[in-house]
T-cell receptor
Framework: QKEVEQNSGPLSVPEGAIASLNCTYSDRGSQSFFWYRQYSGKSPELIMSIYSNGDKEDGRFTAQLNKASQYVSLLIRDSQPSDSATYLCAVNGVRDDKIIFGKGTRLHILP | GAVVSQHPSRVICKSGTSVKIECRSLDFQATTMFWYRQFPKQSLMLMATSNEGSKATYEQGVEKDKFLINHASLTLSTLTVTSAHPEDSSFYIC?????????????FGPGTRLTVL
């Protein structure tokens, strides 16, 4: 059974601090990893993709992947109130036609 | 780039009627589109996967005769909720994956909020 696990939160972080979101996955064959942001009442928005071990930075966002530990994380630097949302971790494998989503972590940035 | 649209954004209908939702990839060709449903404060639930020119693959527990999916072209997929009932009221979201060698990124449409009276 392929699974993607996330802490549901809420994770509360002061404005300006670093928010750290974590995700583990069960399928060792997974090759593609994604972070989506979903505001309440809206559809998910792709914010980061990562495919190889290490860090990938895009603006205030850094995705980290450790395939040996089956762990992927998202760091948000200089957190802003507008970052308050649910963050979905998603994973798929080489031959899998579908992305498996975690249940999401609710992030609340405290002004 | 990678824009996906959905129409309508919101629909209210009477019980027993059918509702069609369109999903379009505006700036890329999508070999595969996915349909999700999300109830308030719950996770995304994949309903079905549709590939252009072939029958959709439905997830376990999703009635294929109730949720009709047509993926007639590389830019358009439709979901028809037939004989809708109040329990079908939900947020329906499509996503599309670009054709060609990609890393399987999926891009979501803005969603359609269905209310069945």
């Amino acid at each position: 059974q392929k699974e993607v696990e996330q802490n549901s939160g809420p994770l509360s972080v002061p404005e300006g601090a670093i928010a750290s979101l974590n995700c583990t996955y069960s399928d060792r064959g997974s090759q593609s990893f994604f972070w989506y942001r979903q505001y309440s009442g809206k559809s998910p928005e792709l914010i980061m993709s990562i495919y190889s071990n290490g860090d990938k930075e895009d603006g205030r966002f850094t995705a980290q992947l450790n395939k040996a530990s089956q762990y992927v994380s998202l760091l948000i630097r200089d957190s802003q109130p507008s970052d308050s949302a649910t963050y979905l971790c998603a994973v798929n494998g080489v031959r899998d036609d579908k992305i498996i989503f975690g249940k999401g972590t609710r992030l609340h940035i405290l002004p | 780039g990678a824009v996906v649209s959905q129409h309508p954004s919101r629909v209210i209908c009477k019980s027993g009627t059918s509702v069609k939702i369109e999903c379009r990839s505006l700036d890329f060709q999508a070999t595969t589109m996915f349909w999700y449903r999300q109830f308030p404060k719950q996770s995304l639930m994949l309903m079905a996967t549709s590939n252009e020119g072939s029958k959709a693959t439905y997830e376990q527990g999703v009635e294929k005769d109730k949720f009709l999916i047509n993926h007639a072209s590389l830019t358009l997929s439709t979901l028809t909720v037939t004989s809708a009932h109040p329990e079908d009221s939900s947020f329906y979201i499509c996503s599309a994956r670009e054709a060609g060698p990609t890393y399987n990124e999926q891009f979501f449409g803005p969603g359609t909020r269905l209310t069945v009276l």
